[in-house]
């Protein structure tokens, strides 16, 4: 299994630290909105990485964070005039809502920085000890001139980033790379720390938390690319200060998406909530459109394609009803699955998790069940059924089979007869009750 290493920019066999185990982490959301489709796009190229891991037989131990302290919810807690504990705590829940409906497996855990301030405080006093922060009156900052790999991750240059406009430059620091790793803060939903009232950066909120969990080195650290710098970068700097280590052995980022010719961003205001999609359409068509991209490759959202993956999921589900009670009426499930079209799957997912392929494969799979089905081919036919439900489980997709009734099975046979007897009429009316048991779309 080949993936793509944002660390070192090239292919690498996955090689897990411990044999048959995966440490895994993503970062999560800051609970300051509901979330948008491309916050939406590493839960789901995530979801899938892990589900694929577990089908090849690795105990995943996946991880995801929740920022709920952050400028951005003082921000939104002001705009609301409400608390900061509500509003991250309405979007949390905003969050958990959206990310279940997406048909994501929960994670192993979700870490809540709220719940890791203690440990953060000691993680601070650890880099101030050692010489990599300082304090400068009530806030902290981390020394990036120590760490000669700085930029190792996002491909930046020390020097092109003091001269660059992306460095917010503070007197107080003694190097405009230096970064805030406490912030002080007076209000009420700070917090009391050796350095002062305040709350932590962001950037070491992550780090902290994937040393607390994991105690070492991870296999894979996951997130969008717009995190890759700084908030990745910084992440790695502190861990190469205290640890001595990249954090992850892999790191993978994907690729954002667009409106039109912009980043999607809360900021300039060009987004497309989850949840409103949710209510206007089904996840697996959400899910489709998502995974019908390579995860490295940027793509502009278009509603005229998410109605395209809308009639494709429909098509699929009828397919997939269709078959499923053929086999029922016929009594003629099986174990076996179509050997040629899961090694395809693994051969996509195995270089560097090519959904799209997975995808391609999957639509020629229901254009052979359609043949099967006509031509009765029974074997075939439960080969194909399990085949499909195998891709599905990789794929996160969920298809919704209806449980036959004894009387079920005998009005599908009597429909089949009567359409086969060319009795329309009969063939009608049998169909109609059976479009009202679900059983017919």
């Known amino acids: 299994m080949k993936l793509y290493n944002t660390l070192t920019n090239q292919f690498e066999e996955l090689q897990p630290i411990v044999p048959g185990r995966i440490s895994m982490y993503v970062c999560g959301p800051t609970v300051y909105s509901h979330i948008h489709i491309g916050n939406a796009r590493p839960l789901i190229v995530f979801d899938v990485v892990r589900r694929y891991l577990m089908h090849q037989g690795y105990d995943v131990r996946y991880v995801m964070n929740i920022t709920d302290v952050n400028d951005k919810i003082t921000e939104q807690a002001s705009k609301e005039q409400t608390s900061e504990a509500l509003i991250a705590q309405t ?57 000669e790999e700085y930029g190792r991750l996002s491909g930046q240059v020390k020097a092109d980033l003091i001269s660059g406009s992306r460095v917010d430059i503070d007197p107080r620091k003694e190097s405009p790379l230096d970064f805030v790793i406490w912030k002080s803060n007076a209000n009420a939903d700070s917090f009391v720390s050796p350095f002062g009232q305040g709350r932590p950066g962001w950037h070491t909120e992550c780090s902290c938390m994937i040393e607390d969990t994991f105690s070492s080195l991870i296999d894979i650290h996951g997130g969008g690319s717009d995190l890759r710098f700084p908030h990745h970068e910084n992440e790695m700097a502190q861990s190469l200060a205290l640890n001595n280590h990249t954090l992850a052995n892999v790191w993978m980022h994907n690729a954002r998406i667009e409106m039109g010719d912009e980043k999607m961003s809360k900021s300039l205001g060009n987004i497309i909530v989850v949840k409103d999609l949710l209510h206007d359409y089904d996840p697996n068509a959400l899910r489709l459109y998502v995974l019908s991209v390579h995860y490295r490759t940027p793509f502009s959202f278009r509603f005229e394609q998410v109605e395209f993956y809308k009639t494709e999921w429909e098509r699929m589900q009828r397919t997939m009803v269709q078959l499923h009670v053929e086999l029922d009426v016929q009594q003629a499930f099986n174990q076996k699955v179509d050997e040629t079209w899961i090694d395809r799957l693994h051969g996509a997912m195995d270089q560097d998790f090519n959904t799209a392929n997975v995808l391609s494969d999957l639509y020629a799979i229901m254009k052979s069940i359609n043949a099967a089905v006509r031509a009765n081919e029974s074997l075939v036919m439960a080969t194909l059924y399990n085949t499909v439900l195998e891709y599905s489980s990789v ?31 009969r063939a009608d009316t049998l169909r109609s009750a059976l479009m009202e048991r679900g059983i017919l779309m």
């Open 395 to 425: 794929l996160g997709l969920r298809f919704e089979l209806p449980r036959l009734s004894a009387k079920d099975r005998m009005l599908y046979s009597d429909w089949v007869d009567a359409r086969e007897s060319k009795d329309y009429d």
């Open 91 to 147: 979007y949390t829940q905003s969050f958990f809502d959206d990310f279940t409906k997406l048909q994501n497996l929960p994670p192993s855990s979700f870490i809540k920085v709220s719940d890791s301030i203690e440990s953060i405080i000691q993680y601070i006093q650890r880099l101030i000890d050692e010489g990599f922060a300082y304090q400068v009156d009530n806030d902290v900052f981390f020394r990036v001139e120590k760490i």
